[in-house]
C-alpha cells in the first residue's frame, strides 16, 4: 500500500495504520492526515504539522461532549502514536529545537493512557549508572497471582506507544505481565537525560531482571525477552549474558547493524580519522542544513535522529546487584573533533569483543 511517494515517510504512515489493530491508531484519522498532507506537499514540515496538531486534538475532549473514561483513555493512546510520528521527522521540519517538547507531548499522552488503565500498570525507576530506567509493568489483573512476563524492548527510533501495539495487549490477552522500558538511547534517556545506546545490553536487562526477582506476581523461571528493530540485536546480547532470560525473541534477528545505516553514511568512513573528518565536516555537514527555501529531505532528518542516539559517551554503570563488570569504559563512541561525530564507527582505535564481558566493546566499521 501507498500512503506517501517518499519510502522512509511511507514506511512511517504505514506503521501508524497497523496500530489501529491494537487500537493505538484509526484508520479514519490517519488516512485523513494522510491526505492532508499530501495535498499540502509531503515535507518533514507538513508531516510534524499534521500528525502534532491531530495528537493535540485527541488529547482535548471531542466538541460538544463529555468522554468517559474509556473514550479518553482510547483517545491518548491514539494521541501517543500521532505524536511519535510527528518526532520522527522533526529534525528534517522548520523547528527542529521542538524535538524535546513534542517527545514530552508523546509522554504526556502515554502516561494518561496509563492512568486510565485498568489495572493501571506498575511504575519504577530502576536504578542504572547515574540515572534509572522508566519502568510500566503490566498484569492483566492486580493480585499477586505469579505470572510470566515478557520484557518489551524498543528500537532505535520507537516510542513507548510501539510496544503496547508491538506486545503489551496481546501478552495481558493471553494472562501474561509485560514490562516496557526505556534504555539508554530511547525515550526519556535519549530526549531528557542525554544517556545514548550502549552495546552491552545485558547490563541495561539484568537491573530489570533484578526487579522483576523481587515481585510476588512474577515468575522469575519464565521471562521471555524481545527485541523489536534494532532491538532485534540488543535483546540477544542481553540473553547472551543473563542466564534468567527462558526465551528471546529477536524481530528481526540482526547480526550486523552497520548495515542498516544508510550507504551513503558507510562510504563516508575511512581507515584514516582524520580524512573521515574532513569529509564529514566540509562535504557532508553543510548538506545536513538545507536553506529554509529548500524543502526539508527526510532522509537527513532520520541520519541525524539516529546518529544523535549513539553521538556521545554513555556514562551508564550496572546496578550493584547485577553481578556484571562496570560499563564505564564500554561506549558507542567519543567525538572524533569539535564538530559532529557522523556516527559510532568513526572511532580512530577500535577493539571490538562480545565473547568476554569486560572487554572492551565499541561498534566498529566491518
Not at 21 to 30: I, L, P, R
Request: with cysteine; glycine share 8%.
Amino acid at each position: 500500500m501507498t500512503l506517501f511517494d517518499d519510502p522512509a515517510f511511507n514506511f512511517n504512515g504505514l506503521l501508524a495504520l497497523g496500530g489501529a489493530g491494537s487500537g493505538s491508531a484509526e484508520v479514519g484519522e490517519v488516512l485523513t492526515a494522510v491526505n492532508t498532507i499530501n495535498r499540502a506537499g509531503l515535507s518533514s514540515q507538513t508531516y510534524v504539522r499534521t500528525f502534532h496538531e491531530l495528537g493535540d486534538r485527541l488529547m482535548g475532549p471531542p466538541p460538544g461532549s463529555r468522554p468517559d473514561d474509556a473514550t479518553r483513555r482510547s483517545r491518548a493512546l491514539r494521541a501517543a502514536q500521532y505524536y511519535g510520528q510527528a518526532l520522527f521527522f522533526v529534525l528534517g521540519s522548520d523547528h527542529p529545537g521542538n524535538e524535546e517538547d513534542l517527545y514530552r507531548a508523546g509522554r504526556r499522552a502515554w502516561e494518561t493512557f496509563c492512568d486510565l488503565c485498568d489495572p493501571q500498570p506498575v511504575r519504577a525507576q530502576i536504578p542504572y549508572g547515574d540515572t534509572t530506567l522508566p519502568v510500566w509493568f503490566f498484569r492483566p489483573e492486580p493480585s499477586d497471582h505469579c505470572r510470566p512476563t515478557v520484557i518489551l524492548t524498543n528500537g532505535s527510533d520507537g516510542q513507548n506507544v510501539d510496544m503496547w501495539t508491538y506486545g503489551v495487549a496481546a501478552a495481558l490477552e493471553r494472562g501474561w505481565n509485560a514490562l516496557v522500558y526505556d534504555g539508554p538511547g530511547q525515550g526519556q534517556l535519549l530526549f531528557v537525560d542525554r544517556v545514548v545506546f550502549t552495546p552491552t545490553w545485558e547490563e541495561v536487562v539484568s537491573p530489570l531482571i533484578d526487579w522483576l526477582d523481587m515481585r510476588p506476581d512474577a515468575e522469575t523461571r519464565r521471562i521471555a525477552l524481545t527485541g523489536l528493530s534494532m532491538g532485534g540485536d540488543l535483546a540477544p546480547r542481553a540473553a547472551a549474558f543473563e542466564d534468567r532470560i527462558a526465551a528471546l525473541v529477536a524481530m528481526p534477528g540482526c547480526v550486523d547493524p552497520w548495515l542498516g545505516f544508510p550507504p551513503e553514511l558507510r562510504q563516508i568512513l575511512t581507515p584514516h580519522k582524520e580524512e573521515t573528518n574532513r569529509i564529514w565536516n566540509e562535504e557532508v555537514v553543510p548538506e545536513l542544513t538545507p536553506p529554509r527555501t529548500r524543502r526539508p529531505r527526510c532522509g537527513n532528518a532520520s541520519n541525524r535522529s539516529r546518529r544523535r542516539r549513539c553521538s556521545r559517551p554513555a556514562r551508564a554503570r550496572p546496578s550493584p546487584t547485577s553481578g556484571h563488570p562496570p560499563a564505564g569504559s564500554r561506549r558507542w563512541t567519543s567525538p572524533m573533533s569539535s564538530h559532529a561525530s557522523p556516527c559510532p564507527h568513526s572511532s580512530s582505535t577500535t577493539t571490538t569483543s562480545s565473547s568476554t564481558p569486560g572487554s572492551r566493546s565499541r561498534c566498529t566499521q566491518p
